[in-house]
């Protein structure tokens, strides 16, 4: 059996309710938006959030790897993800403009169309199910406190 140091921080009621809250909270939510989009328009939440990382650009296309950066996600990971939806028609790859050694990912118009029609869908289940439950003050706090967790681990990458 281990031994357990006796340096941990171990982690108060408080912080255990805030912690489990936002890990099995998190899980649902995001099962839930993905239900709602896979039945609605026969996309997963992973992909969506592909094709509106895509559309944030002006050019509709980013570098594979900024990609993977923006989701999260590991350049392999994506690699498999991106193949799927070039498959499906929802966007291509193609050498990088700027860099020819690069890869970009770049929206077609079926991806484009498909971001159309499923954002609604999307932007109510964020509503129904997250942002409406949340005053304007706690909206704000969770934003301030993910955008630090956010920039740590940003830092911790660095």
Do not use: N
């Not at 357990?4 to 890990?23: F, P």
């Amino acid at each position: 059996m281990t031994e357990v140091s006796d340096d941990v921080r171990w982690l108060s009621d408080t912080e255990m309710v805030a912690w489990r809250s936002y890990i099995v909270s998190t899980f649902m939510l995001r099962q839930r938006l993905h239900r709602e989009l896979a039945e609605r328009h026969d996309v997963s939440l992973i992909d969506y959030e592909v094709l509106v990382c895509l559309s944030s650009t002006q050019e509709g296309r980013m570098r594979m790897t900024e990609l993977a950066s923006m989701l999260g996600s590991t350049k392999s990971r994506l690699s498999h993800q991106v193949g799927r939806m070039e498959v499906a028609g929802y966007l291509r790859r193609v050498k990088d403009p700027d860099d020819r050694r690069g890869v970009t990912a770049e929206l077609t118009e079926a991806g484009a169309e498909l971001l159309r029609t499923a954002a609604p869908t999307h932007v109510a289940g964020v509503r129904a199910h997250l942002i409406d439950l949340m005053t304007t003050e706690e909206q704000l706090t969770m934003g301030r406190a993910f955008s630090r967790v956010l920039q740590h681990l940003t830092d911790l990458e660095d």
